[in-house]
């Protein structure tokens, strides 16, 4: 069965400092694995996705995420945080198939401190 | 870009009454999706439809209903609204590209209150 594991609940950072959201997934074949950002009221933005073309996949506002096969992970990182960042992040994993299932992680809320 | 419409941003209904949440895309996408957004629960999946006409129960259909009588237009039906139908909805859209392609679009969610 699938599943994802988003590891924080709650990050707290610095501005200017890295960032790392931590996502593991269980899945019984190669999976295709996305991070979603969602701003307050607003609705999901797709950050990034992986799906086997290359283990380390960058994607918008300077955030990128490596898929480690041994590790089961896609964490999010990003090198330098800034104020407009703050926001929950979903780890989610794809059932594949014809209706391409998501399956949501519980969300990471990242805090921004100037 | 993707863009996906939804048609309120916040909507307060009472007990009872029957509330259509519409949704529209713009990419001639095949499948949509709706889904309940609560805290601590996450993102749980209503119905999605692949085709016009065409429907799947979600994870949590109940108290539920959808219509797509057109490609681009999805919609969420609560025939009669409880208090604990409160929530967060998104509707997404997604192509059936291949996997390098495909990925789901959320609209901007409409946030309900049944009072």
């Known amino acids: 069965a699938q599943s994802v594991t988003q590891l924080d609940s709650h990050v707290s950072v610095s501005e200017g400092t890295p960032v790392l959201l931590r996502c593991n997934y269980s899945?019984?074949?190669?999976?295709?694995l996305f991070w979603y950002v969602q701003h307050p009221n607003k609705g999901l933005q797709l950050l990034l996705k992986?799906?086997?073309?290359?283990?380390l996949v960058k994607g918008i506002n300077g955030f990128e995420a490596e898929f480690k096969k041994s590790e089961t992970s896609f964490h999010l990182t990003k090198p330098s945080a800034h104020m407009s960042d703050a926001a929950e992040y979903f780890c989610?994993?794809?059932?594949?198939?014809?209706?391409?299932?998501?399956?949501f992680g519980k969300g990471t809320k990242l805090s921004v401190k100037p | 870009d993707v863009k996906v419409t939804q048609s309120s941003r916040y909507l307060v209904k009472r007990t009872g009454e029957k509330v259509f949440l519409e949704c529209v895309q713009d990419?001639?996408?095949?499948?949509m999706f709706w889904y309940r957004q609560d805290p601590g629960l996450g993102l749980r999946l209503i119905y999605f439809?692949?085709?016009?006409?065409?429907?799947e129960k979600g994870d949590i259909p109940e108290g539920y209903s959808v219509s797509r009588e057109k490609k681009e237009r999805f919609s969420l039906i609560l025939e009669s609204a409880s208090t604990n139908q409160t929530s967060m909805y998104l509707c997404?859209?997604?192509?059936?590209?291949?996997?390098?392609?495909?990925?789901?679009?959320f609209g901007p969610g409409t946030r309900l209150l049944v009072l």
């Open positions: 439809s692949y085709d016009v006409k065409m429907k």
């Open positions: 992986y799906t086997s073309a290359a283990t």
């Open positions: 997404a859209s997604e192509s059936t590209g291949t996997a390098l392609t495909r990925a789901q679009y």
């Open positions: 989610v994993v794809s059932l594949g198939g014809s209706q391409g299932n998501l399956i």
């Open positions: 990419m001639d996408h095949e499948n």
């Open positions: 899945s019984s074949y190669s999976p295709s």
